[in-house]
């Protein structure tokens, strides 16, 4: 179909553009009259050569389709309609009018929709693509009141950073709802703690020996707590006596002055573990055992598989931790209390 | 400076990867001669929390991240390994920037407990601190959740 259009046409049918096209002519009507009303008159007598897109109204016939987008709907179903209409072979004067005549209104009509289009996108600039979005990636604007020398600026920019990292790392720690920043930060503390000692647990765990661990949160509740399950098996106990575990009560208050760690790990080696004392209470009602005598917990406890003893005292200086003590309820009525000892693990 | 930063990445890999690399490890392991004694408990202890730690290193981006290198290199330094990583251009900004940018004494200590925690931190600022430690929390917490998995299958009856 174009082809045909394209045909150089004899110049009888030459016209001005007032009244009809040749063939491959009305294309460039088309296409330039309506932004360019101007142009199409002077241009429009010209016999078109056979090439005939070449030339620089090449760039207006690929503009104009470009340029009617932006354009209302109802200025967009002219042109579009008028291009459509300019496909067909048939009569060239219909469409011609609506674009002649429309050329020139038409123009003027789409610059008149395209301001309040802009207007209504906010955006302040006439014409053209909006500048806005990257004049505020090139500049950072201060706020009204605020310093702009670079220093703060700087200081800014940090704090902000900072605060946003805060905030995922909120997300990602348990009870982190606190708002202030230092005892967020005391929170992710104790986590990455908490974690790397259940790592440790873990791998200590796989030798298929340890005791049942609680977590050492004394301060956080029961937040972080979570025991990994330990098959207690094959621990060969021995006798320990009543002064043992006052030592060891206080060895273990001395460590916890400085790092929980190592004062879980001690009571690990001795095959003890911290719990709080809400846990130990629930657990004592359960087998029902009374917390402040030394009661050796064998004929009780046949029922349960684990048997969990209580010891008889409660350090004080531990506010809400007591010794416990985890063991097979094949070896317990070996000692006097309710310590027992695995041998496999020491401390390191 | 730029005035808006790029989204933060800290996606980490998959339980799959990890549980990979920390089985290759712990294969590894058994390999050795002197593992399995039962006398030298706490050795194994250690090297199984080394392993642990060390293909947790590797599973979550290898040398992509600040913390796992610097694990890798403690670890490579105890078994007197020689490490190469890739020169990273980002560095040399890093730097220049470090004297101006680590005020605030108010969150320093905290700053400076965190970073005796997470490897590596001893040479970041503040923010990037903070990054590296919302990654690591979360390689750790996969971690801990494969090695629960395993002891959990593993463990008899």
């Not at chain 1, 094959?234 to 006798?239: D, R």
């Not at chain 2, 996606?11 to 390999?31: A, C, G, I, Y």
Request: with cysteine.
């Amino acid at each position: 179909m174009l082809d045909s259009l394209l045909t150089p046409s004899t110049s009888s049918h030459m016209q001005t553009s007032a009244t009809t096209f040749d063939h491959e002519d009305f294309l460039n009507h088309i296409f330039a009259s309506a932004p360019w009303p101007s142009v199409d008159e002077t241009h429009a007598p010209q016999p078109p050569p056979s090439d005939v897109f070449v030339d620089s109204r090449n760039q207006q016939i690929m503009m104009m389709p470009l340029s009617s987008h932006h354009q209302n709907d109802n200025v967009d179903g002219s042109s579009a309609h008028a291009l459509y209409s300019g496909f067909s072979a048939t009569g060239s004067r219909p469409f011609h009018i609506p674009q002649g005549s429309g050329g020139g209104p038409m123009h003027q009509q789409g610059q008149t929709q395209r301001q309040p289009q802009q207007q209504a996108s906010a955006s302040t600039d006439t014409g053209g693509t909006a500048v806005s979005p990257s004049q505020s990636r090139t500049k950072v604007r201060a706020r009204r009141g605020q310093a702009t020398d670079p220093h703060s600026i700087a200081e800014r920019l940090r704090r902000e950073r900072i605060a946003e990292r805060m905030k995922a790392l909120q997300e990602l720690v348990p009870n982190g709802n606190k708002t202030d920043k230092a005892s967020m930060l005391d929170e992710i503390i104790d986590y990455v703690k908490f974690l790397q000692l259940q790592v440790k647990v873990l791998s200590m765990s796989r030798l298929g020996g340890a005791a049942y661990v609680s977590s050492q949160s004394s301060e956080a509740g029961g937040s972080h707590g979570s025991a990994s399950s330990a098959v207690a098996g094959g621990n060969q106990p021995t006798g320990n006596s009543n002064d043992g575990l006052t030592m060891t009560e206080h060895q273990v208050a001395k460590l916890m002055e400085e790092d929980m760690g190592s004062a879980m790990q001690y009571l690990q080696g001795k095959g003890l573990c911290l719990m709080p004392i809400s846990l130990a209470t629930a657990i004592s009602t359960a087998t029902s055992h009374t917390r402040n005598s030394l009661i050796p917990g064998a004929g009780d406890v046949g029922g349960r598989p684990s048997s969990s003893n209580l010891s008889g005292k409660t350090v004080q200086t531990m506010n809400t931790l007591k010794l416990n003590s985890n063991g097979n309820c094949m070896a317990e009525g070996s000692s006097s209390i309710a310590v027992k000892e695995a041998v496999s693990i020491s401390k390191p | 400076m730029a005035s808006a930063d790029k989204p933060i990445n800290t996606d980490v890999p998959e339980k799959d990867v990890f549980t990979l690399h920390f089985l290759q490890s712990l294969s590894n392991l058994r390999r050795q001669n002197t593992f399995n004694s039962p006398e030298k408990t706490n050795d194994r202890v250690k090297k199984i929390k080394k392993a642990a730690y060390v293909s947790m290193a590797r599973a979550a981006g290898g040398t992509n991240r600040l913390w796992s290198r610097a694990l890798l290199r403690r670890a490579a330094k105890e078994n007197s390994k020689v490490v190469r990583f890739p020169r990273r251009k980002k560095r040399v900004t890093c730097l220049r920037r470090r004297r101006s940018n680590r005020r605030d004494p108010v969150e320093e200590e905290e700053a400076e407990r965190l970073r005796n925690l997470v490897p590596g931190g001893g040479g970041m600022e503040t923010s990037k601190l903070m990054e590296e430690t919302a990654h690591y929390i979360k390689c750790l917490s996969m971690q801990v959740k494969v090695m629960q998995c395993l002891v959990d299958g593993l463990a008899p009856k």
